[in-house]
């Protein structure tokens, strides 16, 4: 592989002996994974049914290496949303994010959804997921991975970082920037990012990178963590944007995002291979030891930098802070919880514009619904998470879960509401297993025809045990309703 020359002189001088066994990793094959999607199985179970050959990830918990040839992405269990197809290094950034259910958590450049999904699975339902990209049709794709993976508590931007702090100050308990980069760290999985890298350099990245944790930072509620990664070795993008937000913003700290091996719960996890921040590359804090560097001639899999931010609060603030903002205020760096204002998209007037067939469908669902939640918008039912704030004004590609449309005397479930479904919360189930001519058919968006005599009505189609999506049965007729623009191809 050609590398660029200038690029070629940095890392000479920034690896020294180490130079030559990184550039061998060039001689290699890049490495490709999956990570499942824990909403809807257990990696144990996962291992049981997968069909092509896997191998632990040793530092993600639900992360295995696969091969290529086997085309994971051509399976019916990846149209059921059990795994998401990701790059190993890439899969840790949001596995060492200390996310627990009923969270709000933060996404800020979050297409095309690896991370989100990850961190939507471990939120188990509770707290919210706002998952944003300035890019539109980046957002797009992200929207569809949320769905698949049957997300129900996420709230879906397409803004500028920036307009997002009017509206979230100081929300979230947890906030993951996977900052945009240079991509020094995928030539080798991609080596047309090189073209990019000429063209911008290191500069044009690291501007934009001091902007958008400047604006995390005001969003993130004190007591809570943010993490910070980049796919790319330029010290001035990682430890020199970490050192910059430590000079601004000097109630955070760098704080170790890899357990001690006496504390580790899980003894499974290994990170053999990872190393320490270069502190020493940008005249930086001693703290920055506690960033995380991983290079792929070290490990299987690409490079990544990685640090975990921890915002305190002093005791002193606690006097200042007034309810309801804040309740639960304890001192000494420990957990705020947030209380926002009323959300007012929920409101008693909104509710009852939902259609009798729409209340019908709703209740026949065996999930905990609050009504209160439910809001409509162009006859579309949506299920809200709930504590979120007025959001008038925002560029919103979902809000919440998408539970289908009204139409005249009549309503019709979503693609989305499909995925969110495990097979115990809904009665009418038609089972294929997962070699099922069929199935692959209704992926197709084509006509089936099965056997037996089916009751009228909505019927959520699976494979094996894991929704697909939808087949409307009238008469022994069966209507795929499938969604065209998910369709197998």
């Given at each position: 592989m050609n590398l660029p020359q200038l690029f070629e002189d940095r890392m000479k001088s920034l690896l020294g002996e180490?130079?030559?066994?990184?550039?061998?990793?060039?001689?290699?094959?890049?490495?490709?994974?999956?990570?499942?999607?824990?909403?809807?199985?257990?990696?144990?179970?996962?291992?049981?049914?997968?069909?092509?050959?896997?191998?632990?990830?040793?530092?993600?918990?639900?992360g295995y290496y696969t091969d290529t040839e086997q085309q994971p992405s051509k399976h019916p269990f990846y149209y059921a949303g059990l795994y998401y197809i990701q790059e190993p290094s890439a899969m840790t950034p949001a596995s060492l994010l200390p996310?627990?259910?009923?969270?709000?958590v933060l996404d800020i450049c979050a297409a095309p959804g690896g991370k989100s999904t990850e961190l939507g699975a471990r939120l188990c339902g509770e707290?919210?997921?706002?998952?944003?990209?300035?890019?539109?049709?980046?957002?797009?794709?992200?929207?569809?991975?949320?769905?698949l993976f049957g997300i129900r508590n996420a709230l879906v931007l397409s803004e500028a970082p920036g307009k997002l702090v009017d509206y979230f100050p100081e929300y979230f308990d947890k906030i993951l920037i996977d900052a945009p980069c240079s991509g020094e760290g995928m030539f080798r999985k991609s080596p047309a990012i090189m073209k990019n890298w000429e063209q911008y350099g290191v500069e044009y990245y690291n501007k934009l990178q001091k902007e958008i944790i400047l604006y995390?930072?005001?969003?993130?509620?004190?007591?809570?963590?943010?993490?910070?990664?980049?796919?790319?070795?330029s010290p001035e993008e990682n430890e020199g944007t970490i050192q910059f937000l430590l000079k601004e913003c000097p109630e955070f700290h760098v704080v170790k995002a890899l357990p001690e091996l006496s504390e580790q719960k899980n003894a499974s996890l290994s990170y053999e291979g990872f190393e320490h921040g270069r502190p020493e590359w940008v005249d930086g804090n001693e703290?920055?030891?506690?960033?995380?560097?991983?290079?792929?001639?070290?490990?299987?899999?690409?490079?990544?930098?990685?640090?975990?931010?921890?915002?305190?609060?002093?005791?002193?603030?606690?006097?200042?802070?007034?309810?309801?903002?804040?309740?639960?205020?304890?001192a000494n760096g420990a957990k705020l919880r947030f209380v926002s204002k009323p959300?007012?998209?929920?409101?008693?007037?909104?509710?009852?514009?939902?259609?009798?067939?729409?209340?019908?469908?709703?209740?026949?669902?065996?999930?905990?619904?609050?009504?209160?939640?439910?809001v409509v918008h162009e006859d579309r039912v949506y299920l809200l998470p709930e504590g979120l704030p007025d959001l008038k004004g925002l560029r919103i590609l979902r809000q919440g879960l998408l539970l289908g449309e009204m139409k005249k005397s009549r309503f019709e479930p979503s693609q989305a509401l499909a995925n969110s479904l495990k097979v115990t919360e809904y009665d009418k189930i038609i089972r294929m297993k997962e070699?099922?001519?069929?199935?692959?058919?209704y992926l197709k968006c084509e006509s089936i025809e099965l056997e037996g005599d089916y009751r009228a009505g909505w019927y959520l189609v699976c494979v094996e045990d894991y929704p697909l999506g939808?087949?409307?049965?009238?008469?022994?007729?069966?209507k795929n309703k499938y969604l065209p623009g998910w369709r197998w191809v």
């Open positions: 180490e130079y030559e066994a990184y550039l061998q990793c060039y001689n290699k094959p890049h490495f490709s994974g999956l990570r499942v999607n824990t909403l809807k199985i257990t990696p144990e179970a996962f291992e049981q049914i997968c069909p092509f050959s896997l191998r632990r990830i040793p530092w993600v918990n639900n996310v627990q259910p009923g969270d709000k707290g919210v997921l706002v998952s944003n990209d300035i890019s539109n049709s980046r957002a797009k794709a992200l929207l569809k991975n949320i769905e995390a930072a005001r969003m993130l509620k004190p007591g809570g963590y943010m993490l910070y990664s980049t796919c790319t070795f703290e920055l030891t506690h960033c995380i560097r991983l290079w792929p001639h070290k490990i299987d899999g690409e490079g990544h930098f990685i640090t975990l931010l921890h915002k305190e609060i002093d005791a002193d603030q606690l006097d200042k802070l007034e309810e309801p903002q804040y309740q639960n205020q304890v959300n007012s998209y929920t409101t008693r007037k909104e509710n009852s514009s939902i259609s009798d067939e729409a209340l019908e469908f709703i209740h026949s669902i065996k999930f905990p619904i609050n009504q209160e939640q439910l070699n099922d001519p069929n199935i692959i058919r939808w087949l409307k049965i009238a008469n022994n007729n069966f």
